[in-house]
Nanobody, 126 residues
Framework: VQLQASGGGLVQPGGSLTLSCAASGFRLGGYSIGWFRQVSGNGREGVASLGGTDSEQYYSDSVKGRFTLSRDKDKNTVYLQMENLKPGDTAVYYC????????????????????WGVGTLVTVSS
């Protein structure tokens, strides 16, 4: 049972990247997937979360309107499409899973997620 985040890289300001969070050993149905990011020395910041249904999407104010969540049930993968990236978006990005019964409650709190993937580094720089 694990999550694997991928898709990070170096991108110029204003550019786009799409991160993937692939689940193995379990089906994503019934789980919420949260995306967090961390800059060295800081705690993990909740960026976005996709609940049990595709209509349950939550975003932090810092990324709202620029980041978009989606899910591919056949691939058992959740995506975070990131557009108009800014240097302040530079961080290691992690995906995490929790029971979808949480709904919107504390979606951006890392301690409510029980399964974490290895992070992927996103660097926004010219």
């Amino acid at each position: 049972v694990q999550l694997q985040a991928s898709g990070g890289g170096l991108v110029q300001p204003g550019g786009s990247l799409t991160l993937s969070c692939a689940a193995s050993g379990f089906r994503l149905g019934g789980y919420s997937i949260g995306w967090f990011r961390q800059v060295s020395g800081n705690g993990r910041e909740g960026v976005a979360s996709l609940g049990g249904t595709d209509s349950e999407q939550y975003y932090s104010d810092s990324v709202k309107g620029r980041f978009t969540l989606s899910r591919d049930k056949d691939k058992n993968t959740v995506y975070l499409q990131m557009e108009n990236l800014k240097p302040g978006d530079t961080a290691v990005y992690y995906c995490a899973a929790r029971d979808a019964a949480w709904g919107a409650r504390r979606w951006n709190r890392s301690n409510t997620y029980g399964l974490w993937g290895v992070g992927t580094l996103v660097t926004v720089s010219s």
